[in-house]
């Protein structure tokens, strides 16, 4: 789950205003399946086309340094809103509570207060959008939890400049949204198609230019666009596909959850051309990764 001539990500400045005389950018929900809908009326209805609002506050330090060291920009959004519960000072606690949980890494958290969750479900669970718990996207699957992405991405990440990332399994898009806030390149891949074009509708408003879309088996990776240096799984196998491990740049790290009833997360590291370290994180629950696409 931008405007090339700025520089990524947004500060939070661009996507809130404290200003007691100006409206805030968002006014109501703007759902998957109405975000398109809602801009091309906002654009039709201001002469000359919608124009984003001037920033006018000031980022906290952590979004300065997510703004130093992420290399794309979110472009700026105007959805209207319907639901308190949805709002930038919501979203905020959500990240607090993140990094509560140990989650460390500032370009990280930042990616997490600049993605808007709230847009990538439906309108009846958006009020929920910024509790720290999965929820259904349909055909059985989840948008996974803000601690899960966050601890993820962080551990993938481990500090370093990523170039070109893959995900498995893009869902409704959310996931990706936020890599692409850390990572100069992120390619990501669906086998359920309407999720597939969920995605895309989600993502489209926000003009991500460092993201790519793919339709297709995940458990195979994407051979044309590798090496990769990381690779994350949003979905469960017995073990991870040796096809995705030779997918890794030398250095590069894949983390998946992996088991059945009983899970855990898994660090992989390619050490060599043909060898790869393994390490076991902390348990967590996904859904099943499976071959194919439907």
């Known amino acids: 789950?931008?405007?090339?001539?700025?520089?990524?990500?947004?500060?939070?400045?661009?996507?809130?205003?404290?200003?007691?005389?100006?409206?805030?950018?968002?006014?109501?929900?703007?759902?998957?399946?109405?975000?398109?809908?809602?801009?091309?009326?906002?654009?039709a209805a201001t002469p000359g086309g919608w124009r984003p609002p001037q920033p006018v506050a000031s980022p906290s330090r952590a979004h300065s340094y997510a703004q130093e060291r992420?290399?794309?920009?979110?472009?700026p959004v105007n959805p209207?809103?319907?639901?308190?519960?949805?709002?930038?000072?919501?979203?905020?606690a959500m990240v607090q509570r993140v990094a509560k949980q140990g989650v460390s890494d500032?370009?990280?958290?930042?990616?997490?207060?600049?993605?808007?969750?709230?847009?990538?479900?439906?309108?009846?669970?958006?009020?929920?959008?910024?509790?720290?718990?999965?929820?259904?996207?349909?055909?059985h699957q989840t948008i996974s939890q803000p601690y899960i992405v966050a601890r993820m991405i962080e551990v993938m990440r481990a500090g370093q400049d990523?170039?070109?990332?893959l995900e498995i399994g893009t869902g409704c898009g959310y996931q990706a949204a936020v890599l692409a806030c850390v990572a100069k390149e992120v390619y990501s891949i669906e086998r359920?198609?309407?999720?597939?074009?969920?995605?895309?509708?989600?993502?489209?408003?926000l003009r991500v230019p460092n993201l790519r879309l793919h339709y297709g088996d995940g458990m195979l990776?994407?051979?044309?666009?590798?090496p990769f240096d990381g690779i994350i799984l949003a979905a469960a196998g017995l073990e991870v596909p040796q096809a995705l491990l030779d997918q890794l740049n030398i250095g590069g790290r894949l983390v998946a959850p992996v088991g059945a009833r009983t899970q855990h997360l898994e660090l992989?590291?390619?050490?060599?051309?043909?060898?790869?370290?393994?390490q076991t994180l902390e348990d967590c629950h996904f859904v099943p990764l499976r071959p194919g696409t439907i």
């Not at 074009?197 to 489209?204: M, Q």
């Open 1 to 43: 789950m931008s405007d090339k001539t700025r520089t990524f990500p947004l500060p939070l400045s661009s996507i809130t205003d404290k200003s007691p005389t100006k409206k805030p950018v968002y006014n109501s929900v703007a759902t998957p399946q109405t975000a398109t809908q809602n801009a091309a009326r906002t654009a």
């Open 70 to 75: 992420a290399q794309v920009q979110l472009a």
């Open 80 to 92: 209207p809103r319907a639901h308190a519960l949805v709002s930038d000072g919501v979203r905020r």
């Open 106 to 139: 500032p370009v990280v958290l930042g990616a997490l207060d600049t993605v808007p969750r709230h847009l990538f479900m439906d309108e009846g669970l958006a009020p929920q959008a910024y509790i720290d718990a999965s929820l259904p996207i349909g055909h």
């Open 162 to 165: 990523l170039h070109r990332v």
């Open 192 to 205: 359920i198609k309407p999720l597939h074009e969920l995605a895309k509708t989600n993502l489209r408003p």
């Open 221 to 226: 990776g994407l051979p044309q666009a590798a």
């Open 268 to 278: 992989v590291t390619r050490v060599s051309k043909n060898e790869w370290v393994r």
